[in-house]
């Protein structure tokens, strides 16, 4: 107190100076909102029925479909194991497929490929993990990893070129299912449903595009949190019901059913919401950062609503980058994301 008494114009000057800087924060955060897309975007009337995205699975060539066609096929029956390609794919080409398949709308939590390899049993990405380097056409299988399989927990033996030494032993492990762990990807399957179908019943019947996304983004706020327990715990995952249990299914719409996701989830409820309100939806993937040092992978929704595309930050895991917001138009997604560049995102 003595201090403010001697010093009281000082005092007050200071003062003046914080008020003034709190002043000029807050006018420049209302101009920012004020200029934002949200602020642009109208609640214009939502199309009748379900839409359906084939974003993906259009760019992929005849080759490239016919692999995905195999591997959906192989996914929705269930039917782990090795499979082999109908012509052998380069790096990319495997990554288009593997993409398409992974982002294109599909709520495959049970089940993922790895493990590209040579017709010799050589796992590809044994010395090289960077796929989209690998030109060469090699690639002739992979090997899906079912959560229900028996032997879904035997791990690889690698010779030192990366040749598969149990190849056999991995298969017959994964070609076998066990019942009580159907029931359970079953049960998942139908909570996801019942969970995603109330979403929609109570959406309100007049609510156009804006509204409607506002609507969903509200609810994925009030019953979802972020599953940002992954990265710590993965470093103590030992088996392949972990990778399963402890991380991939926060990735895709049986999160739902956990209650949390990763941005991925979000993003890919977020985008079957949308599709099922009848705005064609899909999820991006790219590189969050200009900085290489902070640099990181990251996922939008792109939303088809007001006549363009909007992409969405379904999580909200970037708003405080954003001004606290969640929408942005191509041009500002494109700023803030470096696109994966082995899909065309105009």
Not at 65 to 84: F, I, N, P, S, T
Not at 151 to 167: P, Q
Not at 173 to 196: A, D, M, P, R
Request: one cysteine or more.
């Amino acid at each position: 107190m003595n201090f403010i008494r001697k010093h009281q114009k000082a005092v007050f000057f200071v003062g003046l100076i914080v008020l003034l800087l709190g002043m000029l924060a807050y006018w420049e955060r209302q101009s920012t909102l004020s200029k934002s897309t949200a602020s642009k975007l109208t609640d214009e009337p939502r199309k009748s029925g379900e839409a359906v995205s084939t974003f993906y699975y259009d760019q992929l060539t005849k080759k490239e479909a016919a692999v995905y066609d195999l591997m959906k096929d192989r996914l929705d029956q269930m039917k782990g194991g090795v499979v082999e390609f109908p012509e052998p794919m380069s790096g990319p080409e495997y990554l288009r497929v593997t993409t398409a398949l992974e982002d294109e709308g599909y709520n495959y939590f049970y089940g993922f490929y790895d493990i590209p390899m040579t017709a010799d049993d050589v796992y590809v990405k044994y010395k090289n993990t960077d796929l989209t380097t690998q030109k060469e056409k090699k690639i002739t299988k992979a090997i899906l990893f079912l959560s229900c399989a028996q032997g879904i927990n035997e791990a690889g033996d690698y010779a030192k070129d990366g040749t598969v030494k149990n190849l056999a032993s991995i298969q017959e492990g994964l070609s076998v299912n066990s019942e009580e762990k159907v029931e359970k990807i079953v049960k998942t399957q139908n909570g996801t449903e019942e969970i995603l179908s109330q979403i929609m019943e109570k959406l309100p019947s007049d609510y156009g595009e804006k509204k409607t996304v506002d609507y969903f983004l509200d609810w994925l706020d009030e019953n979802l949190s972020v599953a940002s327990h992954i990265g710590e715990e993965a470093l103590d995952f030992t088996n392949m019901d972990d990778v399963f249990d402890g991380a991939y299914i926060y990735n895709n719409l049986s999160s739902l059913t956990e209650k949390k996701a990763t941005p991925l989830g979000y993003a890919k409820i977020l985008s079957e919401l949308c599709n099922r309100a009848g705005m064609e939806s899909h999820i991006v993937l790219g590189i969050w950062g200009k900085s290489s040092i902070q640099q990181e992978g990251y996922v939008f929704c792109a939303v088809q609503m007001n006549g363009q595309t909007i992409y969405v930050d379904a999580s909200g895991s970037k708003a405080s980058d954003l001004g606290d917001q969640k929408y942005m138009n191509q041009l500002e997604a494109k700023n803030h994301l470096k696109f994966v560049d082995y899909f065309e995102y105009e």
